[in-house]
């Protein structure tokens, strides 16, 4: 790589990272189709030109940085390949670490101004796991109602995500951890 190449390089990732940084900001306060390109550039003191030079609005901004958020989370699944309570701890240990990591978007994009598509996305990525599905259906030894436990968990899980990022991650990885833990198992043992 050259050096001009890498300083264009480097003019790209700032611009994609004050572009998409502006976008979760002015989400904090309303949703995506309240705000503008303009305010946008405005605030990340980006041109229009450049903006669109790497997305088409505003709504192909925020998707994209829904799916490498998406990615990432289905990344940290796809690690393990067993179902032990060891292994869903260490799973959600990771993925909590990588939300605290990136919480100020990931608040944001899971907050009543998120694109509610995305919830229904991120949601999807836990309940469309086979690991996932095989742990409840051990569980319950009834696949059919195992689907309901899985989807009832991790809608509980998320808005407990929800409430935690809003509480500053008062609750350290490790407590929220066993806390899910518990609430997974218990939920299993109530109604199998």
Not at 66 to 83: G, I
Request: with cysteine; charged share 30%.
């Amino acid at each position: 790589m050259t050096d001009n190449e890498s300083k264009e390089s480097k003019k790209i990732r700032y611009a994609k990272t004050v572009l998409r940084n502006s976008l979760i900001e002015l989400m904090q306060s309303r949703p995506i189709q309240d705000i503008s390109v303009t305010e946008i550039c405005n605030k990340a003191e980006i041109s229009r030109t450049t903006f669109y030079t790497h997305y088409r609005n505003q709504y192909v901004l925020l998707r994209q940085l829904e799916d490498e958020t998406l990615s990432s989370v289905e990344d940290m699944l796809k690690k393990y390949d067993k179902r032990s309570i060891r292994d869903i701890q260490q799973m959600l240990e990771g993925i909590l670490k990588y939300i605290a990591d990136n919480s100020h978007s990931i608040q944001t994009l899971l907050s009543e101004n998120g694109d509610i598509n995305f919830q229904k996305r991120f949601l999807r990525r836990f309940t469309d796991t086979e690991k996932m599905r095989e742990y409840f259906t051990e569980m319950t030894d009834d696949a059919e109602k195992a689907e309901y436990h899985l989807v009832f968990v991790v809608s509980g899980s998320i808005a407990l995500l929800q409430r935690w990022l809003k509480n500053n991650m008062n609750i350290p990885i490790p407590e929220l951890t066993a806390i899910l833990i518990e609430f997974m198992n218990e939920r299993t043992k109530r109604f199998s």
